[in-house]
């Protein structure tokens, strides 16, 4: 089964880190692009980076709003995605998802950022 | 950073109702291009890829239409299962803002 998994999510004061990840299964993990996407509670969808195959260069591209602070990471052995995330503000409040960037969508994993 | 406009940002609609949303990129983005629809507390999923592409599985009521900057989504007539939230997206980029289809 095709399926995607996210962990990591929490309470995190303004400041703090965390870091999510996301466990692939049941597809070719290390050809994929993938994608982390957040939605802040009653928005819409932002995108929030987005990171390459190692076959097609595994360079990385962020939104503005987090370019500095997070970090996209994979480890094809692992077939995990991560996303490190830094300096937390509390408009970073968010479900996230990670995605293959089509058909293929995790349940999501709720950050809080809040004193 | 190309930026994606999505209008109208919701609409109410009865069932049966032809609904078309627009798409429009801030640059050209070739045939880059997905729909999603998203209910409440769900994941999105995916309706249409590569603009005009309907994902298997997608009733045939839905379709896609566009290249470049300006994109458009279809629905030919509404079913009560329809009513949901719509989203572009530049492939690993930017969602257009929604639209929200409501039941008028």
């Known amino acids: 089964e095709v399926q995607l998994v996210e962990s990591g999510g929490g309470l995190v004061k303004p400041g703090g880190s965390l870091r999510l990840s996301c466990a692939a299964s049941g597809f070719a993990f290390s050809n994929a692009w993938m994608s982390w996407v957040r939605q802040a509670p009653g928005k819409g969808l932002e995108w929030v980076g987005r990171?390459?195959?190692?076959?097609?260069?595994?360079?990385?591209d962020y939104a503005a709003p987090v370019k500095g602070r997070f970090s996209i990471s994979r480890d094809d052995s692992k077939n995990t995605l991560y996303l490190q995330m830094n300096s937390l503000k509390t408009e970073d409040t968010a479900v996230y998802y990670c995605s293959d960037g089509l058909a293929v969508w995790g349940q999501g994993t709720t950050v809080t950022v809040s004193s | 950073d190309i930026q994606m406009t999505q209008s109208p940002s919701s609409l109410s609609a009865s069932v049966g109702d032809r609904v078309t949303i627009t798409c429009r990129a801030s640059q050209s983005i070739s045939s880059d291009l997905n729909w999603y629809q998203q209910k409440p507390g769900k994941a999105p999923n995916l309706l249409i890829y590569?603009?005009?592409s309907l994902r298997s599985g997608v009733p045939s009521g839905f379709s896609g239409s566009g290249s470049g900057t300006d994109f458009t989504l279809t629905i030919s007539s509404l079913q009560p299962e329809d009513f949901a939230t719509y989203y572009c997206?530049?492939?690993?980029?930017?969602f257009g803002q929604g639209t929200k289809v409501e039941i008028k």
């Open positions: 990171i390459k195959s190692k076959t097609d260069g595994g360079t990385t």
């Open positions: 590569a603009a005009s």
């Open positions: 997206q530049q492939t690993h980029g930017t």
